[in-house]
Every structure is written in C-alpha cells, then in structure tokens.
C-alpha cells in the first residue's frame, strides 16, 4: 500500500508527511507551567499515563521563533503567516496554518546502569505509540517495529552489553531480560545515519514490561534552583524551586504535515513551504528538510533545551512501491 493510498485528510489534504526522530542534545524542560500535586515545583509535560512527551504546540511555537528569528525579512510577502497561521489581532483574514504538528511521544530515555554505565529504556506503549505515527506515513517500518510488541511480559534487550548472568541493573533496580537479536537489526533501519550514536543506541535498547514501566518515568532530572540577594550574597527569602528536564540522549517521534497555504494572497504549495522552512531553519533551500535543529522549552541561556530532528526515512520495502 503506497503512501497515497493512505493519504491523511484533516481539514485538507496534506501532501508532505515526515516523521522525525527528536534527539536531546542537552537536558529539556518543556514545562507544564503548575506543578499540580507532583513533588517538583516545574515539571515537564507528561501524557495521561505519565510518560514524557512535547506537546505539538511547544514544537510549533520553537519553530515559528527559530522561523522568524532565523534572519532578514521577507520583502514582499509575508510567508511567516502564510505557513504558520496570521496574528489574529491584526490580520483581518484568518486562516489555519499549512503545518500540523503531532506531540513528540518518548521513544527512548537514557537510564543509568550498572553495567555498560547507562541503558536506552522503553516500554510496548511507547512502541506502539512510535508504531500508530509511522503507520500515517510508512507502512514497512511501522510493520517491522509492531513485531517487537510482545504479550509475552518479558524485558528483553538488544546485546548483551549491557547485561550479566540475564539480568541488568537499571537504576539499582534488578531487571530480569532476554536477548532478542530483532531489536537491534530492526532499529538499525529506524534510526537515522546522521545520529552521531547509533551504534551505542543498538547495543544498549531494552524494552521493558508493565512491572518496570516506572523506571523509565523515574528517569528524569530534577535540579534545585535558587535566587541569590546580590548584596548579601545569601538565597532571597522564598526563592527556592525545583525544576525536572528530559535528561540528553532521550529520543522521541513526531510528524510534521504539511499542505497548500490557504491564504488568499499565498503562493505556496506544500513543496515550496517546505522548501522555505529548510531555507530559513538550515540556510539550504534545496533538497528536503532531513535535519535541523531547534531549541524548544525553557532555560535557553542556560543552554538547554538544544534539539535535533532527523527524519525517518522509509525502509527499502516502502521506496521499492
């Protein structure tokens, strides 16, 4: 099945589908913006089952800023509005934005082991999260990736790098795993080439069962922050506060779509808006948008919050219809 014949039709036909591994290059905070009852004052985003995700909206707003940001001005059209949506207070024509951005659900997130140092942890709900994405765009992959949900209840792993005696260690926290070759040679066609650390991805996956889900939530970073009273030198009264990242190395998955512009001045299809956004986001206008970075959430002065999309690219099954 060709992906025409699945095409996506939400409001309009959106005829560029691209699927994005987003890899965290330093410690992310994509703030919730309360705390709620959670024992951080900061906490990052969650879904409803508590697992860290990027809401679409954040990734929109990072890219409109890096969009707009990204320098000179376009001098005869406004092609800001025209692919991200006009500013409503002051456009007299409103009309949706040609893109439409999914949340980015975590695929992988680095969890500390005693053997191998660190293990890339994740869970069949986030495989089959992973697995739902890729069957909007590509079949092969999607297909390929579903094979590794099993109902048996079993943790398994990649390699053996990372175990002793079949159990690994993660977060002082005794896992029992089986080796399954599938995972390595499935997720060396998903991950992309460009991904400086494939092959320690490869020889460190393990998926695990609902009875140690939590580790994966547990993994996060919680860093304690103060204010400081420049005269005297000490923490200001009540200036104290925590705030949780998605620590480096996390990996999760998301799709940009994109189609026509619907203003009624544009000029833009689909190919030219995609076009336009690797010219703004990578200094590049020709070829396809496969990688850029941005910077998304909050503490940006700190450094953090520093991302890079690598697109998925269809296995060789898919590129063969």
Same mark, same amino acid.
């Given at each position: 099945?060709?992906n025409k014949e699945t095409g996506i039709t939400v409001g309009g036909s959106?005829?560029?589908?691209?699927?994005?591994?987003?890899?965290?290059i330093t410690p992310l905070h994509v703030g919730t913006g309360q705390s709620y009852e959670s024992f951080v004052d900061l906490p990052i985003q969650r879904?409803?089952? #508590?697992?860290?995700?990027?809401?679409?909206?954040?990734?929109?707003?990072?890219?409109?800023?890096?969009?707009?940001?990204?320098?000179?001005?376009?001098?005869?059209?406004?092609?800001?509005?025209?692919?991200?949506?006009?500013?409503?207070?002051?456009?007299?024509?409103?009309?949706?934005?040609?893109?439409?951005?999914?949340?980015?659900?975590?695929?992988?997130?680095?969890?500390?082991?005693?053997?191998?140092? $660190?293990?890339?942890?994740?869970?069949?709900? &986030?495989?089959?999260?992973?697995?739902?994405?890729?069957?909007?765009?590509?079949? +092969?992959?999607?297909?390929?990736?579903?094979?590794?949900?099993?109902?048996?209840?079993?943790?398994?792993?990649?390699?053996?790098?990372?175990?002793?005696? #079949?159990?690994?260690?993660?977060?002082?926290?005794?896992?029992?795993?089986?080796?399954?070759?599938?995972?390595?040679?499935?997720?060396?066609?998903?991950?992309?080439?460009?991904?400086? $650390?494939?092959?320690?991805?490869?020889?460190?996956?393990?998926?695990?069962?609902?009875?140690?889900?939590?580790?994966?939530?547990?993994?996060? =970073?919680?860093?304690?922050?103060?204010?400081?009273?420049?005269?005297?030198?000490?923490?200001?009264? +009540?200036?104290?506060?925590?705030?949780? $990242? &998605?620590?480096?190395?996390?990996?999760?998955?998301?799709?940009? =779509?994109?189609?026509? #512009?619907?203003?009624?001045?544009?000029?833009?299809?689909?190919?030219?808006?995609?076009?336009?956004?690797?010219?703004?986001?990578?200094?590049?206008?020709?070829?396809?948008?496969?990688? $850029?970075?941005?910077?998304?959430?909050?503490?940006?002065?700190?450094?953090? #919050?520093?991302?890079?999309?690598?697109?998925?690219?269809?296995?060789?099954?898919?590129?063969?219809?």
């Amino acid at each position: 099945m060709s992906n025409k014949e699945t095409g996506i039709t939400v409001g309009g036909s959106y005829k560029i589908k691209n699927p994005y591994l987003v890899n965290c290059i330093t410690p992310l905070h994509v703030g919730t913006g309360q705390s709620y009852e959670s024992f951080v004052d900061l906490p990052i985003q969650r879904d409803s089952l #508590g697992f860290p995700v990027i809401w679409g909206s954040s990734i929109k707003g990072a890219l409109r800023n890096a969009y707009h940001n990204s320098g000179g001005k376009d001098d005869k059209e406004d092609y800001e509005s025209m692919i991200f949506g006009p500013d409503t207070r002051r456009s007299e024509e409103i009309y949706a934005s040609s893109l439409l951005i999914l949340d980015a659900s975590l695929l992988f997130i680095p969890v500390r082991s005693l053997y191998g140092l $660190f293990a890339f942890c994740t869970h069949p709900y &986030l495989l089959r999260q992973c697995v739902e994405r890729l069957n909007l765009v590509d079949t +092969g992959l999607a297909s390929e990736l579903n094979n590794l949900i099993s109902t048996d209840g079993e943790c398994r792993c990649s390699d053996s790098y990372i175990v002793k005696d #079949g159990k690994a260690i993660l977060r002082e926290e005794e896992v029992g795993v089986k080796l399954d070759n599938r995972i390595r040679n499935i997720f060396s066609k998903f991950l992309a080439d460009s991904i400086p $650390f494939k092959e320690d991805i490869l020889k460190r996956i393990v998926i695990l069962n609902d009875d140690h889900a939590d580790i994966i939530k547990r993994s996060t =970073l919680v860093q304690t922050r103060i204010k400081v009273n420049y005269e005297t030198k000490v923490v200001k009264e +009540g200036a104290l506060w925590t705030e949780e $990242f &998605l620590p480096e190395m996390s990996m999760l998955i998301t799709l940009l =779509l994109i189609r026509d #512009g619907r203003a009624s001045n544009n000029r833009l299809d689909a190919s030219n808006i995609e076009r336009k956004l690797r010219e703004k986001l990578v200094g590049d206008g020709s070829g396809e948008l496969d990688q $850029f970075c941005l910077i998304i959430g909050g503490n940006e002065t700190l450094g953090r #919050g520093i991302v890079r999309f690598h697109k998925i690219k269809p296995s060789s099954q898919d590129r063969s219809r």
